[in-house]
């Protein structure tokens, strides 16, 4: 009875060791397989150097960029979690890496490299990764369709490549992208419209590109977008009135395209800055027409304004505010009309005003003297009258005063020699 117990016992203990052995061998080859895949790759890049690390000496886990961990199971066995290797000098392509066999990877980090050819479809089977940065590379190809199914990316930039064809509408299945980095490739085609169901994100970057077509409506359910750049593309039609649903929008830049109409007057009617949030408004070199948005007055959280360059009417000394954190404004190259306030002076923080190019009238007021961090004044070419006030004399960090093609008066203030930075270009025709 009793041996037939221990043969039992025996009879337990060996198949639960078959069953345990292979298992164990297979999570340890496993990493033998992360290693070689990565090796793999090594070989197929250019001046490898800064990869020394990697060689058979020693564990995966020991090299250079490469981080392990334990899986979740808790068993005490390593798995590649992260590969970090920004700025390391590496050149050649990405289709030999294996990325079957890194299904653990949570960060993938390639920035500031030298690493051209295809971003591989194959890529998708990285299937746990929640980062991926591929920034400033030499990628030429399309975005794979089947990056869409990378559900647990949080954070993907493939910015400063020259990435060809369109953004892919699969994107949209990455409900957890929280910042999306497109900007500074060669991409066409119209803004996916799906780029509105990625309600989780907070950053979205596809400036300069060729992307052309209207903003789509829907990236006004992006509600906890803080940053929103669409800078330098070939986009036409007007501002989504949907935009303004964007209540925590701090940055929104959406120059240099050729949007026109009465937008930004329809746009004025709703409150850009809803939010009191908004810091940078950047929406130069359009076609927009029509005043400068009364609801711009309220927003005291402004830093940068640039609205040059475009068609804008109406009074300056009427639309604008008092915006204690603004350093930069430019208004010029529009049809704005009224005069320059003395409300203005309690700009404190102004570095740059430029608002030349337009039709202000009047006279500059004394109280800009009390603009102290002032560096850059470009009035020129408008219908201003009288003279430059003495209180310039303050104005110690001025040293680019453009007051051109107007209708002042009389001589430079001999308090103009307490100025201290030189060069001063005074342009005075
Ligand atoms: C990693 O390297 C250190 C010394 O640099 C060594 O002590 C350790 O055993 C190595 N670990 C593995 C897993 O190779
Ligand atoms: C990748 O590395 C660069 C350089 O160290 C760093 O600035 C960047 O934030 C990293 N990317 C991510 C997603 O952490
Ligand atoms: C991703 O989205 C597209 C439509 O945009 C859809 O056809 C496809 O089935 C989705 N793929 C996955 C893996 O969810
Ligand atoms: C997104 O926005 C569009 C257009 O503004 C709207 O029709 C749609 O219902 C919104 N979808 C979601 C999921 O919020
Ligand atoms: C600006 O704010 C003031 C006080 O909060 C309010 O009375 C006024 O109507 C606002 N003006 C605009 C144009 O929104
Ligand atoms: C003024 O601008 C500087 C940067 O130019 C910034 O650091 C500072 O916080 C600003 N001050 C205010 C009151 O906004
Ligand atoms: C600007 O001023 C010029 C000359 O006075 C005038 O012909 C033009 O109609 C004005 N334009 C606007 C938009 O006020
Ligand atoms: C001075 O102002 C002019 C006109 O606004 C501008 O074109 C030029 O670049 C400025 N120069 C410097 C040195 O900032």
Known sequence: MASQLHKTLLCATLLLLLLLLPRALLVKASLGSQGRALLHWKATLRSPQSLRSWNLNSSPCNWTGVTCNYPVTGRRRSVITEISLPRMGLAGPLDALDFSALGSLLRLNLSYNQLGGAIPPAISALSRLVSLDLTSNQFTSKIPVGMGSMKELRFLSLSQNQMVGTIPPSLNNLTGLMSLHLEDNKLVGVIPKELGRLHELMYLDIGVNRLSGSIPSSLGNLTKLYHLDLYQNQLTGVIPRELTNLVNLVYLSIADNT?????????????ICKSGVLQYLILSMNNFQGPIPITLKNCTTLERVRLEYNQLTGDVSQCLGVYPHLYYMD?????????????????????????????????IPTEFGQLTKLQDLDLSSNYLQGEIPKSFGSLTLLYNLSLGNNQLVGHVPPEFGMLSNIPIFIIWI
């Open 331 to 363: 208004l010029s190259f529009n049809l704005l009309s009224g005069t320059v306030s003395p409300d203005w002076a309690r700009w404190h923080n102004l570095t740059r005003l430029r608002i030349s190019n337009n039709n202000i009238t009047g006279v």
């Open 259 to 271: 949007l026109t109409g009465g937008v930004l007057s329809s746009f004025g009617n709703l409150n």
